[in-house]
């Protein structure tokens, strides 16, 4: 079983819908990311959090520490926010800097 | 200001050839690491830098892959004897401060895609 799951792996929507997408973890982590990657392979981080909630224009993160699970949510959603969405977490380690641990990334196509 | 850059973008070999990658991390930062992220898949840690000391190797496949950093600046991943499964894209990040924590946040590089032929 992967250490972080995420669902779906694709998901195509209209323009103007809700996003949701979902991640599970099943290690003690630090931290957990939300990362975006468009063709051509560059990655960007959209939110790091260790708690709660976040929000960043149309995006909001939230994560539940308790019940292990995040979800990235799109507000008003548009064809330039086609991407692969990455869930990724920081694993809690006694010292160093571990790398990050992903899951498999879900491949979002906004449709106009 | 500038962000993490990586070199060559593409970089095609013949099976059995030395390829070797660059990472420029954002300056300063003392945290660098490199994934492996093949086709369709989520990326997968290869190894870890603090400064000039590679802290963590355990995600690196073989011992064909080697990796540096020692001048605690830039870095190198080395695969010798490339073998078609090694193609990939891959990608470095740097992060501002060691350890792990909430704070570190990982900027990533475009990435090299490596197809070996």
């Known amino acids: 079983k992967n250490e972080v799951e995420q669902s779906p792996q694709n998901l195509t929507a209209q323009e103007g819908e809700f996003i949701t997408i979902n991640c599970s973890y099943s290690v003690g982590i630090s931290a957990l990311h939300w990362l975006q990657q468009h063709p051509g392979g560059g990655i960007v981080s959209l939110f790091m959090l260790s708690s709660g909630k976040k929000k960043h224009g149309r995006l909001i993160a939230t994560i539940n520490i308790q019940e292990k699970h995040s979800s990235l949510h799109i507000t008003a959603s548009h064809p330039r926010d086609s991407a692969v969405y990455i869930c990724?977490?920081?694993?809690?380690?006694?010292?160093?800097?571990?790398?990050?641990?992903f899951g498999k990334g879900t491949h979002l196509i906004i449709q106009p | 200001g500038a962000g993490v850059s990586q070199s060559p973008r593409y970089k095609v070999a013949k099976r059995g050839q030395d390829v070797a990658l660059r990472c420029d991390p954002i300056s300063g930062h003392v945290s660098l690491f490199w994934y492996q992220q093949a086709l369709g898949q989520g990326p997968e840690f290869l190894t870890y830098f603090q400064n000039e000391a590679q802290l963590d190797k355990s995600g690196l496949p073989s011992d064909r892959f080697f990796a540096e950093r020692p001048e605690g600046s830039v870095s190198t991943l080395k695969i010798q004897r490339t073998q078609q499964e090694d193609s990939a894209v891959y990608l470095c990040a740097s992060s501002p401060y060691g350890g792990a924590g909430p704070y570190n946040e990982q900027f990533f590089g475009p990435g090299t895609r490596l197809t070996v032929l």
């Open positions: 990724a977490v920081t694993r809690y380690s006694g010292g160093g800097a571990d790398g990050l641990t």
